[in-house]
């Protein structure tokens, strides 16, 4: 009798052990999925704004010197083909900024995202020289201060 209670008791202690172990090693496997999938979104949202900056960049400085090209004599390039090029470009940001809106979880850093790719576009919409340039100070302005509010969600 007292050796099928010892027997009973080793395999409840094994049992036991095995279910702790078993829980042990869920809990682990679990915690290594939720970082690995943690990991994941903060190098696609880090892709993802860099990729954003990027493109707005481009997209101003083609504005920027699509501007010279129409209001500069004698224009350094023709201004359709860099026109052509500059909405290549801002198809290129808006592609980039739906990428943003979709991976960050701030809404106030999606819209300042959206409003920082409308003042690059108005960059072109001004005729003086001295509002050209203060919106090329913002503009720049503008798109450092996306990133570093950027990386707060990284």
Same mark, same amino acid.
């Given at each position: 009798?007292?050796?099928?209670?010892?027997?009973?008791?080793?395999?409840?202690?094994?049992?036991?052990?095995?279910?702790?172990?078993?829980?042990?090693?869920?809990?682990?496997?679990?915690?290594?999925?939720? #970082?690995?999938?943690? *990991?994941?979104?903060?190098? =696609?949202?880090? /892709?993802?704004?860099? +990729?954003? $900056?990027?493109? &707005?960049?481009?997209?101003?400085?083609?504005?920027?010197?699509?501007? #010279?090209?129409?209001? *500069?004599?004698?224009?350094? =390039?023709?201004? /359709?083909?860099?026109? +052509?090029? $500059?909405?290549? &470009?801002?198809?290129?940001?808006?592609?980039?900024?739906?990428?943003?809106?979709?991976?960050?979880?701030?809404?106030?850093?999606?819209?300042?995202?959206?409003?920082?790719?409308?003042?690059?576009?108005?960059?072109?919409?001004?005729?003086?020289?001295?509002?050209?340039?203060?919106?090329?100070?913002?503009?720049?302005?503008?798109?450092?201060?996306?990133?570093?509010?950027?990386?707060?969600?990284?």
């Amino acid at each position: 009798m007292e050796t099928i209670i010892a027997s009973g008791i080793a395999v409840l202690g094994t049992l036991l052990g095995s279910g702790l172990t078993l829980a042990y090693q869920q809990r682990a496997t679990d915690r290594t999925h939720a #970082f690995t999938r943690r *990991e994941k979104l903060r190098q =696609e949202r880090l /892709d993802a704004y860099s +990729v954003f $900056a990027g493109a &707005l960049l481009n997209y101003r400085r083609s504005l920027v010197h699509l501007w #010279f090209c129409e209001h *500069e004599q004698p224009p350094p =390039e023709d201004p /359709d083909t860099v026109r +052509v090029r $500059a909405y290549d &470009l801002r198809s290129a940001a808006q592609e980039a900024l739906f990428r943003v809106q979709m991976l960050t979880p701030d809404d106030e850093l999606s819209r300042t995202a959206e409003a920082v790719l409308a003042d690059v576009t108005a960059v072109l919409k001004t005729d003086s020289r001295p509002e050209f340039d203060a919106r090329r100070v913002r503009t720049r302005d503008a798109i450092a201060l996306l990133i570093s509010t950027a990386k707060q969600h990284l």
